[in-house]
């Protein structure tokens, strides 16, 4: 029934007059209602973070769909499926591709062996237990680097591995010199970072750091963090490491994308990502969502860096591997990210897509509709629709109102239009009121009445 | 129901000084792995938030699923549905329930005074464009409070509405004047705060405050904020007015959860929700996944305030309501939200569940799962399934890693054990590198290697 309004395709073409304020005209900020970008003046104190240290505007993507998103419950990838997301991944222009640990099991360490020989422009990482066994796999699969992880939380070491943090410190350095005299990229991450210990962590940290480590990791194993908690974590962190800083966000309590924000404006580099943020329970900071995210704080190094048309095509392929659905509320890709319905907004909209958008569908390849089947239509929405179906020039604004059927007005017009006429014609608020109404009860609506005006 | 013509203050109530050592908030830190809680002793020194004006041990809902959910692409709500919803949020423990403005139609005019009849315990408000015609049909219904709303950013004065601040600002104290005159609550909200002028709106809110407002509203109508700029503006806003604060965020970029924390620790008293996030586009904070942030936050206030085992039932509702599915990975109720998987992950949770879940399932009536089924499974959690199945005593922990299919441990184990009754058994997790597994095929393979054992 109402589902009929797919907002990619269904009825509505983007209203005529929305390429007004869409051009590539980055810098400033763009009249088509993003945030200022970077560095440009803003219009008030509070719109933009100017931070120097802040690393929105030049951030990367280790894409974990392949290690992280194979913790998701519904997730088996054979190798076909996995060499397809690889190169989706690559195409679409992640920096970094992760794969699950080839010590997990025999088609772990094929399929990593393969991956690595496909020649893709992303680097391949694989993830494994910081200790020399699992790193010797590692750099024998001929991986571009090797994701370190042990667990610093009291909660870890004593339920999972038992270790003390001098043991994880003596550990992780051999491991760290290991990898290195290999010649290939080192990350070391703690697990459960917020419900460690900050001092201890900060020693370990530095630790790695001086040990010549490429990236040390934060991560938010179990989606409890805040963004404020983020911020201050790896600002404080960013004053301790000259190398980069990966972070990596679970969505446990909704604040995986915020989390990730946050951590770049203090100083982080690297941005963990699963395609639609499958991975461990509910998973973890969504590609799609990130880019919504960093689309509007930093327009054009995201426009210029990725290939943002392909993330529908990209979230479809790994939906279909993981038999799930796109969630309905998806930004940007969800059916209805760009429909628009009450009569304010609808109005607002049709008469600069900005009011009510602050990302511009086209950008990511989607299209914009405005629903015109409700109860909370406005008769400007049902005057764009008109216009749609080439019926413009022959609706006055008065007669748009009356088969759009306000209340109010139908008491004026009645007492000047051709009564009878009038009361024939099924009105769209009025018959939306009693049910849903789809896209075709609306224009036949609109067509009849069209018809009774010839008569 | 029926408020205080006063307005009920509570959650206005000026932070006080004790209010960083909260003697209220019972019990600390719960050894379920929650975050300490508001006022109590942390670990580090980043792990909590203690500033005075915060008020996230003690906001306010206000529910719009009746009314921003109704501007949601697929929601067509006829009264009794309207009804059962209304009486769900109110038995979940809601604050207030916004009901669509009474003016849109004849059936919102003639729910809108049903809802208000109904007797709940829930405060009843209806959310109208601010001007006179449309406060009056709101009294009219018998509500509780009215929301007045009017766009303020340059985008909507000019493309919207076309008044100038000083128009907005008379109208404004007119309405609330008249509102007030009726003895029933008042709001005034912005819509588009983040993109509208700094000076202009301190100065708007300021004057409402003076002219008795109950709240102001701030409201990110494009989804665009961060909690940066929520906290900066919030925080700005707290010390210009003395009424309390609610504010209103949409998730296009989803930040919507985090942005509604990042509000109430810089004194926002109220924030607005929908189930399931619905409304206009991919919609608002979700409730249920405002309530997974909150309970971590502040555990005390939100369990005994809010009925949380309520959740699943009333998302279902709505769900079904608007037809759309429970998004898979849905905070708290998606179908894998307490689903473990990894080896590391599920043998730490085993031994103690805060190793990896910020929330307690049982919280909300539902209940984890550790998976067995796939390449990445841990030999501790197959250990586990087998004591679930009742044939704990006749495993030794070599056999059950037999069972699992470690490739390192079998080489060992092959050397002392029966090589050809081993061989004959299928190991879970060489067949998961095969093909998907179902517990079914786990628990036969279990079972078939039980009874060789028997032989």
């Known amino acids: 029934m109402c589902g009929t309004c797919n907002g990619d395709t269904a009825g509505a073409a983007p209203p005529a007059a929305n390429s007004t304020t869409d051009n590539a005209a980055p810098s400033a900020s763009t009249s088509n209602g993003v945030y200022p970008a970077q560095g440009q003046p803003a219009s008030s104190p509070y719109q933009s973070v100017q931070d120097y240290i802040s690393n929105v505007g030049r951030f990367k993507i280790i894409e974990s769909t392949l290690r992280e998103g194979e913790q998701f419950a519904n997730a088996f990838f054979d190798i076909d499926t996995k060499i397809k997301i690889a190169k989706a991944l690559d195409n679409f222009g992640v920096d970094y591709i992760e794969l699950t640990s080839p010590v997990a099991s025999q088609a772990s360490y094929d399929d990593c062996k393969a991956i690595c020989q496909l020649g893709l422009k992303a680097k391949i990482l694989t993830h494994v237990r910081c200790n020399m066994e699992d790193a010797r796999k590692a750099v024998e699969c001929g991986v571009d680097g090797v994701d370190l992880v042990i667990g610093t939380s009291s909660f870890l070491r004593e339920y999972s591995h038992g270790k003390s943090m001098d043991m994880i410190r003596s550990i992780a350095l051999e491991v760290i010199a290991y990898v290195k005299s290999k010649g290939i990229e080192v990350r070391f991450s703690s697990e459960d970072s917020f419900r460690s210990n900050l001092v201890d962590i900060l020693h370990l940290y530095q630790a790695c750091d001086k040990a010549g480590v490429d990236r040390v990791g934060v991560a938010d194993t179990v989606g409890g963090a805040t963004p404020r908690m983020v911020y201050d974590l790896i600002r404080t962190l960013r004053g301790c490491v000259g190398c980069d800083i990966e972070t990596h966000f679970h969505d446990d309590t909704g604040c995986a994308v915020a989390n990730a924000h946050s951590a770049l404006e203090a100083g982080a580099t690297h941005v963990d990502t699963s395609v639609l943020g499958i991975g461990e329970r509910n998973g973890i900071t969504p590609l799609g969502a990130l880019m919504a995210r960093m689309v509007v704080t930093a327009p054009d190094y995201v426009k210029s860096k990725y290939n943002l048309k392909a993330l529908k095509s990209l979230e479809t392929l790994v939906a279909d591997a993981v038999q799930v659905n796109i969630p309905f509320n998806n930004p940007v890709t969800g059916f209805c990210a760009f429909t628009h319905k009450a009569g304010i907004h609808a109005k607002a909209i049709l008469a600069n897509p900005s009011t ?100």
């Open 356 to 455: 009510y958008e602050i990302i511009d569908p086209h950008d990511f390849g989607m299209t914009r509709y405005v629903s015109i089947n409700s109860r909370i239509t406005g008769w400007n929405a049902v005057k764009a629709r008109i216009e749609q179906l080439g019926l413009g020039s022959e609706f006055s604004d008065d007669q748009v109102k009356e088969v759009y059927g306000s209340p109010l007005f139908s008491a004026v017009f009645h007492c000047t239009g051709d009564i009878d006429t009038m009361r024939r014609t099924a009105k769209i608020k009025q018959m939306a009121d009693i049910r849903p109404l789809a896209i075709d009860d609306t224009d036949s609506i609109i067509r009849s009445y069209h018809l009774d005006l010839q008569v």
